[in-house]
C-alpha cells in the first residue's frame, strides 16, 4: 500500500506546537508528512533547538530534517511562552486549510497539534475547540475519544459545566454517539464486534435511582435498544469502578458521561502516549492530548511522546481506511 499523506498542524507559536514538531520531524515516520504553518515559526524553533530543518517544495524529497510547509503566516512573530491574538486568524485558516485538503483527498488525515483556545477568543473569532471546528466544516455529527496503549475512551458530552451535563445527555445524542463509536471501532480498529462499557452519570450509576435517575429513564433504555440490534454495551456501569483491569478485561471502548469523568484515568494510565481522536469525520483526525504548555515553551524541554503517538495513530488509521476502500473495490 502506498505511504498514508498526513497534513501536520503545530498549533499556537507561542507554545510548545512547533518545537515538537521539530523534534517529530527529526525522525523517519510511516506517513510523508506535509506542515501547514507559519514556516517561520518553524525555523525559530529548529534555531532554539539547534536541530536541523530544510525546507523542501516536493513532499516525496521530505527525510528526517527535511519537511514540505504549506505556508500559512501569522500576524506576529511571538516570544515563547506569549501568545498574541492577533495570531488567531492564521491558528484557524492553518486548521481549515489542513482539514478542507484531507475533505479534497490530498491527504489521508490530520495531525493537530495544541492551540490556545482564550487566545483564539480574545482574537474575535468564537471557538470552543478543534473538534466542533472540524465538525462543522465536514458538516458531520462526531464523537471525541481519547486513548493510549491501555486504554480508550469517549465522551458523551465535552467541554460543558457541570451544572449542565446531566441536560445534555439525552436519548437521541447518546444513541447517536454509540452508533459512531461502534463505528469507528470496527472500520479504524479494525474490531468486527466491539465491546463498549458504558458509565453510568451519577454515583454509583444512580444506585437504582436513589442517587439520580437518568440512568433508568435515559441511559438504560437506549442500551437495551440498541443492544437488541446486536451492539455489545455494558452497563450503565459504576465509573468508580469501571476502570479497575478486570472490568477492562475484554473491553475496546468506554463511553464516559463527561469529560472528568473518563480522561482523568486515562491520563494516569498513560499521558505521555495519550492521543485525542475525532471519530465520525470522512478522515482520520488525531491531536496530541494536552495543551500548549506555555510554561515550557522556548526551554527544549517539551516532551515529543504524544505527537509521535498522534503521528503513528493518523498513519495507521489513514492506512486501514485505504486497506478498507481497496477491500470494497474489489469485493
Known sequence: MARPRLALVPGEPAGVGPELCVRALQQAHGADLVVFGDRAALARAAARLRLPLAFVDDASAAAPGRVRVVDVPDAVAVDPGTPDPRNAAAMIHALEAAAAACQAGAFDGLVTGPVHKATINAGGIAYTGTTGLLARQAGREVVMMLANDI??????????????????????????????????????????????????????????????????????????????????????????????????????????????????????????????????????????????????????????????????????LAQRRALRRAQGATA
Open 151 to 316: 486504554v480508550r475512551v469517549a465522551l458523551a458530552t465535552t467541554h460543558l459545566p457541570l451544572r449542565e451535563v446531566a441536560d445534555a445527555i439525552t436519548a437521541d445524542g447518546l444513541e447517536r454517539t454509540l452508533r459512531i463509536l461502534q463505528a469507528a471501532l470496527r472500520e479504524d480498529f479494525g474490531i468486527d464486534a466491539p465491546a463498549i462499557a458504558v458509565l453510568g452519570l451519577n454515583p454509583h450509576a444512580g444506585e437504582s435511582g436513589h442517587l439520580g435517575r437518568e440512568e433508568i429513564e435515559v441511559i438504560e433504555p437506549v442500551l437495551e435498544r440498541l443492544r437488541g440490534e446486536g451492539m455489545r454495551l455494558h452497563g450503565p456501569l459504576p465509573a468508580d469502578t469501571a476502570f479497575l483491569p478486570a472490568k477492562l478485561r475484554g473491553v475496546d471502548a468506554v463511553l464516559a458521561m463527561y469529560h472528568d469523568q473518563g480522561l482523568p484515568v486515562l491520563k494516569y494510565s498513560g499521558f505521555e502516549r495519550a492521543v485525542n481522536l475525532t471519530l465520525g469525520l470522512p478522515y482520520p483526525r488525531v491531536a496530541v492530548d494536552h495543551g500548549t504548555a506555555l510554561d515550557l515553551a522556548g526551554k527544549g524541554t517539551a516532551d515529543p511522546s504524544s505527537l509521535l503517538a498522534a503521528i503513528e495513530t493518523c498513519a495507521c
